[in-house]
């Protein structure tokens, strides 16, 4: 069944859905995004995500084509006429139409599109087995904090842990992990601290990173954020990885190397489940 999504001020049917070849996402990237999980219909830490997209439309001096108090309407419009229970909602909003030219065009009308995917988050059979992951050189520009729509390094990233007989990437930057390809890392030591690199220009500020770190706090664990090499990941007592799409997804295999049991750790899998229960309350 086709899609309903949202393109520039309309709802249209997936195949009718159009956007100009004079677009500067299409032509230089230049343009911004987030992904939002639906659980039981409602959206996961939407508010969050929002303020995200302002910070990062602020950081490229990009403007947002409707009011933002519009976004979440039209994001629940989707989720409605699409009947998604669990997925998510993916929303772009680039810098418009221009002739191709490297310069910002003097009058701006920029794009917004919006499109819904109707897939497992909560109950992810990956989850319950966990994910290998190859380490894959992090050959991204400087400002990984925005989260722009230039994702081909992590899409070949991706593509090269595949070809490894791996699940996903962790990515790496003078010897240290700076994130999933798509996703916020994580591990575990022997004496039960969590540790995930702390926020900067390099990484992505994670709103599921920023959740799972108040749980663990909750719960009582030693935080550290600081970067790791993948040798400390391979000896750690878990792994696991942060995102809208895929929560907390454990991490069983760095490089082939089984990480303790092989099995999703016991923290992860508690970190995971306390991470669905707040969903389900606080989803929107
Ligand atoms: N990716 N780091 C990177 C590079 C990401 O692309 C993402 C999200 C994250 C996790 O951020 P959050 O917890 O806010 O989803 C970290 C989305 C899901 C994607 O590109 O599909």
């Given at each position: 069944m086709s899609r309903v999504v949202y393109v520039n001020g309309e709802y249209v049917h997936e195949e009718d859905?159009?956007?100009s070849v004079f677009d500067r996402g299409f032509l230089f990237a230049d343009g911004v995004y987030e992904v939002a999980a639906v659980?039981?219909?409602k959206l996961v830490d939407n508010e969050a995500h929002l303020a995200r997209l302002e910070r990062s439309l602020t950081e490229l001096k990009m403007r947002c084509p409707v009011p933002f108090t519009e976004i979440p309407v039209i994001q629940r419009e989707?989720?409605?006429?699409?009947?998604i229970d669990e997925g998510m909602v993916y929303l772009q909003v680039s810098r418009g139409v221009?002739?191709?030219?490297?310069?910002?065009?003097?009058?701006?009308q920029p794009s917004l599109v919006m499109f819904t995917q109707d897939r497992p988050v909560s109950s992810s059979p990956k989850a319950v087995r966990g994910i290998r992951v190859s380490s894959q050189p992090d050959i991204r520009w400087k400002r990984r904090d925005i989260?722009?729509?230039?994702?081909?390094?992590q899409s070949l990233a991706k593509e090269a842990a595949l070809s490894a007989g791996a699940d996903d990437a962790w990515m790496v930057e003078d010897g240290f992990v700076t994130e999933g390809s798509s996703n916020n890392a994580f591990i575990i030591t022997a004496d039960g601290t969590l540790v995930t690199r702390q926020l900067g220009n390099d990484i992505l500020h994670g709103i599921t990173r920023r959740a799972v770190l108040e749980i663990a706090a909750e719960e009582g664990l030693t935080v550290e954020e600081r970067p790791f090499t993948?040798?400390?990941a391979q000896g750690a007592a878990e792994a696991f990885s942060t995102s809208a799409s895929?929560?907390?997804m454990p991490v069983i295999s760095i490089d082939n190397k089984t990480i303790s049991q092989g099995v999703p750790g016991p923290i992860t899998r508690k970190l995971r489940e306390r991470y669905i229960e707040i969903a389900q309350e606080t989803a929107v």
């Open positions: 859905a159009k956007i659980i039981g219909g989707l989720v409605e006429v699409n009947d221009a002739d191709r030219d490297f310069n910002f065009p003097k009058k701006e989260k722009t729509v230039q994702l081909l390094a993948v040798v400390e895929a929560l907390v």
